[in-house]
C-alpha cells in the first residue's frame, strides 16, 4: 500500500499529521510540539539529524530545518564558509548555513503550498529524505574542510559523484 492510501491527502489534512504519519511509519523519533510543528530524529549514515518541521498557515508554507552539530576550529571557519558557497552552488532543493552560536550545520528549505494546495504524503517523505541525503552527501567534505585542513575545492571532490550502496 502506498503512503498516499494510508493517508488520505485531502484539504482537512494538515501537512504536520501527514508528517506525524510519515515518522510512524518509518519508526523514527518524534514529538509533536504543537499542532504546526513536529520534530523528530532520523538514523544516517554519518550522523543522527535532528529534523523539524513546521507548517505556517499565514504563508501556506512547509518549512524544514534539518540539523547536526558540528565544532569546527575558530581557524578553518572562513574555509567552512568558502565550502558551504560550493556546496550550495550544487544544491538545488535547500541551502545550508551554520549556526555559530549554536554549533550547527544547517538544512533548510520551504514548500510552498499558495492556494489551498495540499502536499502528498510522498512528496514530503521526499522532502524528508532528500534533507537526509543531502547532510549524508556533504558530511564528508564538512569534515574534511573543518578539521583535516583540506581546501574546500578539494574536500568538495569527496561530494561531487552520489554514492551508491555501501562498500
Known amino acids: 500500500m502506498s503512503l498516499s492510501e494510508q493517508i488520505p491527502a485531502t484539504a482537512d489534512v494538515d501537512p504536520i499529521d501527514i508528517v506525524e504519519h510519515l515518522a510512524e511509519h518509518h519508526d523514527w523519533d518524534f514529538d509533536r510540539i504543537d499542532d504546526d510543528q513536529i520534530a523528530m530524529v532520523v538514523e544516517g549514515q554519518w550522523r543522527t539529524y535532528s529534523i ?43 541551502a545550508f548555513t551554520f549556526w555559530r552560536q549554536q554549533n550547527l550545520m544547517v538544512w533548510r528549505y520551504g514548500l510552498v503550498l499558495s492556494g489551498g494546495q495540499v502536499a502528498t504524503p510522498e512528496q514530503i517523505d521526499r522532502l524528508i529524505v532528500s534533507a537526509v541525503a543531502a547532510a549524508e552527501r556533504y558530511y564528508p567534505a564538512f569534515q574534511l574542510t573543518a578539521w583535516a585542513d583540506r581546501e574546500p575545492a578539494d574536500a568538495m571532490q569527496v561530494a561531487i559523484a552520489e554514492a551508491f550502496g555501501r562498500a
Open 52 to 94: 523539524t518541521l513546521a507548517w505556517s498557515a499565514y504563508d501556506e508554507t512547509l518549512r524544514l530545518v534539518s540539523t547536526f552539530e558540528m565544532e569546527p576550529p575558530e581557524g578553518r571557519l572562513a574555509q567552512l564558509h568558502e565550502l558551504l558557497n560550493l556546496v550550495n552552488d550544487t544544491c538545488w532543493t535547500g
